[in-house]
């Protein structure tokens, strides 16, 4: 496959030396997150990675360009208030290069980019999934096709709690996705620990979800694994509450007419007002446990490779 890809030296050289290396993405930099805490996120995030024995690569389109690790200027490039940055999916990689645009990726985008320049994880806040109501609108999200058959794991804290969660488990078990709860039986919801719904299997140290990983491909077993690390429990918020304001969200989002891609950005801004900005905080802090997972179970998946 030729894809051009601007790597930075530093995750080239630990590529080069089978050193390990982190994805994150660029959505939450410039959709997920209100200026400035979106830009102290994205290079926190990176701080924690480093923190941790592994080297972080946030992957973007600048000017057309896929990059893979990109520059403090980058990261504020597309982090400003008036930057233009196209949401990009899957669907849209081309338009954004042969534009030569700006584009924030998505957790599917990262995924297909992470494994073009072979980068087998990626540390992220929550995944996208089925939506509620997905049984006339047919609103489901890439992640998890991409999930299916990209050779990348994703650790997140879940699924978002705006979604159906339910329906969403279901599709990530007809595709053959593992479905992997960090020290935890039950699928955590994002912004809470809770939910209705279980992993399939429970990991409770990053050696053993390395090894876990090991197996699946010595077994040839392509696509995908679901890392679910839940929000620390200091940060994590009491199921009743986070479900009233998503419940609200929701109403006014029905009430605008918000679909498709917009919904997301559109609801987690309308829940921050709804709480307050305290799931902004739970949001950035479910983040930064992410990174610090991720890069524990990348160091642990190098050793004896």
């Known amino acids: ?22 994805a994150l993405e660029s959505t939450i930099i410039s959709h997920g997150m209100p200026y400035p805490e979106n830009i102290q996120t994205a290079k926190k995030c990176e701080d924690i990675i480093r923190e941790h024995g592994a080297v972080p690569a946030t992957i973007a389109i600048i000017d057309g360009i896929i990059t893979v690790g990109l520059t403090p200027d980058e990261i504020e490039r597309i982090a400003l208030p008036t930057a233009e ?46 939506h509620r109501g997905s049984e006339t609108s ?27 969660l339910g329906k969403t488990l279901e599709y990530l078990e007809t595709r053959g996705v593992p479905v992997i709860g960090y020290q935890t039986n039950v699928l955590p919801a994002f912004y809470t620990r809770e939910s209705d719904f279980y992993v399939d299997f429970r990991y409770d140290t990053p050696e053993s979800i390395a090894e876990f990983l090991k197996t699946k491909d010595s077994l040839g077993l392509h696509g995908g694994t679901l ?38 950005p559109f609801l987690l801004k309308r829940i921050v007002d709804i709480t307050g900005g305290k799931s902004l905080l739970a949001n950035i802090a479910l983040v930064y446990n992410n990174c610090a997972l991720a890069a524990d179970i990348a160091k642990n998946f190098i050793k004896g490779h």
């Open 1 to 22: 496959m030729n894809v051009a890809l601007k790597i930075h030296p530093e995750v080239q050289e630990a590529l080069s030396k089978n050193q390990p290396v982190v």
């Open 85 to 130: 940055v196209h949401k990009t999916s899957r669907r849209d990689i081309p338009y954004v290069v042969t534009s030569k645009k700006n584009g924030a990726l998505t957790v599917a985008a990262t995924m297909i980019v992470a494994q073009w320049a072979s980068i087998r994880f990626f540390a992220t806040g929550g995944i996208g999934g089925v």
């Open 138 to 164: 047919m609103d489901i999200s890439a992640d998890l096709e991409e999930l299916a058959k990209t050779d990348v794991t994703v650790i997140c804290a879940g699924a978002k709690s705006i979604l159906d």
């Open 227 to 264: 890392i679910c690390n839940p929000i620390p429990q200091e940060m994590s918020f009491p199921r009743h509450l986070i479900d009233e304001a998503i419940e609200s969200a929701l109403i006014e989002m029905n009430q605008l007419g918000i679909k498709g891609k917009e919904t997301t």
